[in-house]
């Protein structure tokens, strides 16, 4: 196993399928128009294979898929497939919006998906619609529902908590997890690039939730365990388990043994950081793949990242890139590097 400056191993790969997205949520694409990564630059499933098999090589065991939204790259169970037939692989999961899944869940679990990560950031449809700028509450709904039909278990609903937006929510959104078998996690809005109309004071901070929640439930407790996972798990008092990911206020870095891949095969060491490698130029010049894993260990081995950590040191926070700057390079979008 390899590791960082800070002693963090190579584990968890985040794969990107696609930057495109059926959403336009408030907090990751606010803007009107994009720049798309080329197509003719997207990985295709054999390229994501061959690399995941370097990434397993090299210690990486749990990958998750990742878009924009995944269920639009055409034939993802074929991709699921051919990587959940790597038995070093423990764990293949997938976040995604939901919209797709109802079609899609049944075939996603049979080509061997593990689990499955929904966003549900509000469970009222006008809300949805204002925050998305899309009419589809009804159908994340019914993928969430499809999910574990298909047979899924563990299922995870991702929401975004925003100050003024749906910071009102928390324990209704618990409650419908509690009816659809799901864990509920809230994550503070983080200013990474793509978030620009970020602002401090939309920010809903841990701190606030546990206020907010322990009004609702009674005392809540927090749940003891070692994990790189990013969301802290607490107990409400009828046993109920959710999570915060506090990304904003209280990152946590020091355990984080996350890289992205994206749709285009460029290999960023956290979501903040402004540079990446890029492993489709190595892949498609004909390295081979100890030279490719070449490439890969000594920027794993030089690794300092710890962007979110350090944004807390900036006194006056505004987001993190501007808009010319993203239309330059899409790839410092959230949405390009998979959230
Ligand atoms: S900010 Fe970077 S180093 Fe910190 S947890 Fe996120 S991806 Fe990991």
Not at 103 to 131: I, K
Not at 156 to 176: A, C, H, P, Q, W
Not at 310 to 330: A, C, K, M, S, Y
Request: hydrophobic letters at 35%; glycine letters at 6%.
């Amino acid at each position: 196993m390899i590791t960082d400056t800070l002693d963090r191993p190579l584990r968890n790969l985040r794969v990107s399928v696609t930057d495109r997205c059926n959403l336009r949520c408030q907090y990751c694409m606010p803007e009107e128009e994009y720049v798309w990564l080329p197509r003719e630059n997207i990985l295709h499933f054999e390229e994501i294979s061959a690399l995941v098999d370097m990434f397993a090589d090299l210690g990486v065991d749990r990958v998750r898929l990742t878009g924009g939204e995944p269920i639009l790259r055409r034939n993802l169970p074929t991709l699921v497939r051919m990587l959940s037939a790597k038995p070093r692989i423990r764990d293949l999961a997938m976040t995604t919006n939901g919209i797709l899944l109802a079609d899609h869940a049944r075939d996603l679990y049979e080509a061997g998906l593990h689990r499955v990560t929904v966003s549900l950031d509000t469970l009222r449809p006008e809300r949805f619609r204002r925050l998305t700028r899309r009419d589809s509450h009804q159908k994340v709904l019914a993928g969430i529902e499809a999910t574990t039909r298909a047979g899924f278990t563990g299922l995870k609903l991702d929401t975004v908590v925003m100050r003024g937006v749906n910071d009102d929510e928390l324990s209704e959104l618990i409650e419908y997890g509690k009816r659809v078998s799901a864990e509920v996690r809230f994550i503070e809005y983080m200013d990474v690039g793509g978030a620009t109309l970020w602002a401090m004071d939309k920010v809903f901070s841990r701190t606030a939730m546990l206020e907010r929640l322990a009004r609702h439930y009674g005392p809540i407790e927090p749940v003891t365990e070692e994990s790189s996972a990013p969301a802290d798990r607490f107990t409400l008092p009828d046993g109920t388990v959710f999570g915060i990911i506090s990304s904003t206020t209280a990152p946590f870095c020091r355990s984080c043994d996350r890289s992205r891949l994206t749709a285009d095969g460029m290999w960023y060491l956290c979501l903040y950081a402004k540079e990446g490698t890029d492993l489709r130029r190595a892949l498609r010049s004909g390295a081979s793949r100890d030279e490719i894993k070449s490439l890969i260990v000594p920027t794993w081995q030089r690794r300092a990242d710890r962007g979110a950590e350090e944004r807390l040191g900036v006194r006056h926070r505004t987001p993190l890139v501007q808009i010319g700057e993203l239309r330059r390079d899409p790839h410092l979008e959230m949405h390009t590097r998979g959230g």
